[in-house]
Protein backbone atom coordinates (compact mmCIF):
# COMPACT_ATOMS: atom_id res chain seq x y z
CA UNK A 1 0.00 0.00 0.00
CA UNK A 2 1.83 3.51 -1.26
CA UNK A 3 0.17 6.34 0.31
CA UNK A 4 0.32 10.31 -1.07
CA UNK A 5 -0.46 13.00 1.23
CA UNK A 6 0.05 16.82 -0.57
CA UNK A 7 0.66 19.82 1.63
CA UNK A 8 0.65 23.52 0.87
CA UNK A 9 -2.85 24.32 -0.58
CA UNK A 10 -4.63 27.77 0.37
CA UNK A 11 -6.74 31.30 -0.34
CA UNK A 12 -3.76 33.14 -2.63
CA UNK A 13 -4.44 36.85 -4.54
CA UNK A 14 -3.89 37.05 -8.53
CA UNK A 15 0.03 37.05 -8.85
CA UNK A 16 0.85 35.79 -5.64
CA UNK A 17 2.90 32.49 -5.15
CA UNK A 18 2.25 28.82 -3.62
CA UNK A 19 4.35 25.45 -2.85
CA UNK A 20 2.86 22.59 -3.04
CA UNK A 21 4.63 19.45 -1.37
CA UNK A 22 3.84 15.97 -1.69
CA UNK A 23 5.55 12.69 0.61
CA UNK A 24 4.73 9.09 -0.64
CA UNK A 25 5.08 6.61 2.20
CA UNK A 26 4.74 2.49 2.27
CA UNK A 27 5.75 -0.23 0.50
CA UNK A 28 7.88 1.48 -1.82
CA UNK A 29 10.58 -0.15 -3.95
CA UNK A 30 11.09 2.48 -6.50
CA UNK A 31 9.06 5.66 -8.04
CA UNK A 32 9.26 6.14 -11.57
CA UNK A 33 7.41 9.24 -11.88
CA UNK A 34 5.80 11.64 -9.63
CA UNK A 35 3.22 14.28 -10.71
CA UNK A 36 0.34 16.87 -10.00
CA UNK A 37 -2.79 17.22 -11.54
CA UNK A 38 -5.89 19.56 -11.01
CA UNK A 39 -9.36 19.46 -10.90
CA UNK A 40 -11.37 22.53 -11.66
CA UNK A 41 -15.17 22.93 -10.82
CA UNK A 42 -16.83 21.14 -14.06
CA UNK A 43 -13.70 20.24 -15.31
CA UNK A 44 -11.87 16.96 -16.54
CA UNK A 45 -8.74 16.08 -14.13
CA UNK A 46 -5.77 17.38 -16.04
CA UNK A 47 -2.20 17.21 -15.90
CA UNK A 48 -0.15 20.01 -14.47
CA UNK A 49 3.16 18.71 -13.89
CA UNK A 50 5.29 15.86 -13.98
CA UNK A 51 8.90 14.47 -13.15
CA UNK A 52 10.38 10.72 -13.73
CA UNK A 53 13.09 9.76 -11.89
CA UNK A 54 15.78 10.59 -14.75
CA UNK A 55 14.29 13.96 -14.37
CA UNK A 56 12.22 14.20 -17.50
CA UNK A 57 10.12 16.71 -16.86
CA UNK A 58 6.75 18.07 -18.63
CA UNK A 59 4.12 20.94 -17.91
CA UNK A 60 0.64 21.62 -19.48
CA UNK A 61 0.69 24.72 -21.88
CA UNK A 62 -1.20 26.91 -19.36
CA UNK A 63 1.72 26.75 -16.25
CA UNK A 64 5.13 27.05 -18.39
CA UNK A 65 6.96 29.76 -17.09
CA UNK A 66 5.24 30.25 -14.52
CA UNK A 67 4.94 27.03 -12.77
CA UNK A 68 8.10 24.63 -11.24
CA UNK A 69 7.98 21.01 -10.49
CA UNK A 70 10.97 19.24 -8.24
CA UNK A 71 11.28 15.61 -7.12
CA UNK A 72 13.72 14.68 -3.91
CA UNK A 73 13.92 11.00 -5.02
CA UNK A 74 16.06 10.00 -1.62
CA UNK A 75 12.72 11.27 0.26
CA UNK A 76 10.04 10.11 -2.38
CA UNK A 77 8.78 13.98 -2.37
CA UNK A 78 7.55 15.77 -4.99
CA UNK A 79 7.26 19.83 -5.05
CA UNK A 80 5.33 22.45 -7.31
CA UNK A 81 6.10 25.80 -7.27
CA UNK A 82 3.69 27.77 -8.49
CA UNK A 83 4.25 31.51 -9.36
CA UNK A 84 2.39 34.63 -11.29
CA UNK A 85 -0.88 32.58 -10.06
CA UNK A 86 -4.09 33.22 -11.89
CA UNK A 87 -7.87 32.67 -10.98
CA UNK A 88 -7.93 30.32 -13.53
CA UNK A 89 -5.57 28.02 -11.63
CA UNK A 90 -7.84 27.62 -8.68
CA UNK A 91 -8.78 23.79 -8.14
CA UNK A 92 -8.19 20.59 -6.15
CA UNK A 93 -4.30 19.72 -6.81
CA UNK A 94 -3.53 15.86 -6.89
CA UNK A 95 -0.26 14.42 -6.69
CA UNK A 96 0.38 11.18 -8.72
CA UNK A 97 3.06 8.67 -8.14
CA UNK A 98 3.50 5.35 -9.68
CA UNK A 99 6.21 2.31 -9.18
CA UNK A 100 7.01 -0.70 -7.84
CA UNK A 101 6.27 -1.78 -4.80
CA UNK A 102 8.10 -4.29 -2.51
CA UNK A 103 5.59 -7.17 -3.21
CA UNK A 104 6.79 -7.05 -7.00
CA UNK A 105 3.77 -5.70 -7.90
CA UNK A 106 3.25 -2.01 -9.66
CA UNK A 107 1.61 1.02 -8.27
CA UNK A 108 -0.16 4.33 -9.61
CA UNK A 109 -1.78 6.04 -6.30
CA UNK A 110 -3.35 9.52 -5.44
CA UNK A 111 -3.41 11.75 -2.94
CA UNK A 112 -6.46 13.37 -1.48
CA UNK A 113 -5.81 16.60 -3.12
CA UNK A 114 -5.41 20.04 -1.42
CA UNK A 115 -7.69 23.48 -2.73
CA UNK A 116 -5.62 26.36 -4.42
CA UNK A 117 -7.90 28.89 -4.72
CA UNK A 118 -6.35 32.02 -6.95
CA UNK A 119 -8.85 35.30 -5.59
CA UNK A 120 -8.90 38.86 -4.67
Known amino acids: QVQLVEFGGGLVQPGGSLRLSCAASGSIFSIHAMGWYRQAPGKERELVAGITSGGVINYADSVKGRFTISRDNAQNTVYLQMNALKPEDTAVYYC??????????????WGRGTQVTVSS
Open 96 to 109: NADGLAYNGKLFDS
